[in-house]
Every structure is written in C-alpha cells, then in structure tokens.
C-alpha cells in the first residue's frame, strides 16, 4: 500500500543546519514540508490536520521534544478530525534512556543524527504507509461500507459531544431521524441491488444539501440521522423540507428502470428540560418520524 504523494512533513527543529538538510533529503521525493520551531507553531500546525508525518528533535529552545510528544498523544482519538500521526524522532541524542522514554511516550522511530539519507527516506516512506493505513482503518469503523455516510455508532457518538456542547453554549441543537418511504416495494419490485443503489442516490443527496459541520449517518436499513448543530427548530424545518422536496423530485435511474422514492422525517430540537440525555432525544424525533409516516409519508415532523 502507499501512501499518498505528496506526505505533508511537519519538522520540529530550531537548527537551521537541521532543517535545511532535512527539506533537502525529503525534496528528493517531493514531500510537502513544513517547520515549526516554537511549542505554540507546532501545536498550530498538528492541529491544522495538514500533517501526516512528525520529524521532531528532543533539545528546543524553551521546550523539550518529549514534552510535544506527550500533548500529542493525548489529544488525539483515531478520529477522522484527530487522525493519529506518525512521529518520527530526530536527534543527536545517542542514550538508551532518551529513546526508552520517546518510544514509550508513543514516538514510532528514533534516528541519531547524523543519519544516512537513504535510510531516512526509506523511514519516512514507511512512516507515511503506517499513516495512511491507519486513516483508512479509523474511516472503516466509522463510515457505513455502502453509502460512504458515517455509520450508527460513530454517528451516535457524535451527536452525545453535540449534546455535551448544547448543555454548555445553547447554541440550539437539532436531530432528525429519515426513513424512506415503501422502501420494502423497491427492493420487492427492482430487486436489492437496486435498492442499494437508491440508498446510494439518497446519501449523495444528503451530501449535496448538507453543511460541513452537519453530521449525517446512516443509522440502519432505510433509515438515516441528521445531526444539525446551531440549528434551532425553524431552520431545521426549512433544512428537512429541502430534503423531501430534492428526493421527491430526483429521478434514479437503474439499469434501464426510473425509480422515484419520497421520504419521511422527524425532527426534534434537544432541550435539557425536557430531555434526559440522548436516548430520550432520539426517541423524540422518532416518534415524530412515525407521526409523519402516520400522516400519509413524504411529510416532514417537527
């Protein structure tokens, strides 16, 4: 497996000796470089999530390498917005008890300088292929396999921080559970493979209408969650009626068949009052769910 070119390479040094011959090594193979020389630049640029590899020296002016380390490491989650990053450590330190501690504070290589180019490139390239392999994994446990949408349980997660952030800023916090309507007949009549190919044609829909900090899931067979952050109730209607009618008015095509399907939604808007955590506001907007599918489908609840 490789790794993508160009790997975004962040150096964390304040020799300028050092970094000169390490962007000369790594410009051999096209990699994007970056370098910091202060904790706050480094801790910038790791958060900027346009890093994919660390080459970092332990002795910093006003800071040690193993004190980064440590911060890194606690911050991130294998989540698509924390990906785990690589750290490779560079440094004229030759003591076991220096590359004890780095390794076991999570670094994934120790080289000594002066290091041989070739070798160094060879470590960066496999550092790069852990990189990507380990994104590909963390994407693979939170995203639905068909769709490409984030699965039940990441999409859950996600909604349990939006509440956590709900009960602190009150910024309004909306759900909407969707279900497409006679979902059953499609398969039934055009068979399962088209109607996977519808639930493919609604997610990109759902991708086409949605905002970037909108988190949208599938949360099983037919039915989808919609998570909208700084959305009150009145937005959200407006948000789930362009949905309905969008769906109402795409026609599928599939091996030579046109296929229209509508969609039922409920929407609810997450109060602390009346909510106890997040089962009892899932339960809210399915229960609207019903009540739209209850009132003739193709019908947004809120």
């Known amino acids: 497996m490789q790794p993508p070119k160009p790997g975004r390479v962040l150096i964390i040094d304040d020799d300028p000796d050092a970094i000169y011959l390490l962007e000369r090594v790594l410009a051999k193979e096209d990699h994007e470089i970056r370098h910091a020389s202060t904790l706050e630049d480094a801790l910038r640029a790791v958060d900027s ?19 980064l380390l440590e911060i890194i490491r606690a911050d991130e989650d294998l989540s698509d917005e924390k990906p785990y990053i690589p750290v490779v450590i560079v440094t004229s330190s030759t003591e ?4 004890v501690r780095g390794l076991d504070l999570g670094a994934d290589d120790y080289i000594v300088k002066p290091f041989d180019r070739l070798e160094l490139r060879a470590r960066v390239r496999s550092m790069l292929r852990l990189r990507y392999a380990l994104h590909e994994l963390s994407l693979a446990a939170m995203t639905d396999p068909l769709t490409g949408l984030y699965n039940r349980r990441f999409s859950m997660s996600r909604l349990q921080e939006e509440i956590d952030r709900e009960k602190r800023y009150s910024h309004g916090l909306t759900a909407a559970m969707c279900d497409i309507d006679y979902f059953k007949k499609v398969n039934d009549d055009h ?29 099983g067979g037919e039915e989808f969650l919609l998570v909208l952050p700084e959305t009150d109730l009145t937005h959200a209607r407006m948000y789930c009626e362009r949905l309905r009618t ?9 091996e030579g068949s046109e296929i229209r399907v509508t969609v039922s939604i409920g929407a609810a808007q997450f109060s602390p009052e009346k909510h106890a955590g997040i089962q009892q506001f899932i339960e809210q907007a399915d229960q609207n769910l019903y009540a739209a599918k209850r009132g003739g489908r193709n019908k947004v609840v809120a």
């Open 49 to 67: 999530g346009q890093v994919d590899l660390i080459l970092l020296d332990l002795h910093l002016s006003g800071f040690s390498g193993f004190e």
């Open 96 to 99: 076991t008890e220096y590359k």
């Open 191 to 219: 068979g399962h493979l088209a109607g996977d190919f519808v639930l493919q044609r609604f997610a990109n829909v759902l991708r086409e209408i949605s905002r970037t900090t909108d988190v949208v899931g599938r949360y």
């Open 246 to 254: 969008k769906l109402q008015d795409e026609v599928i095509e599939f």
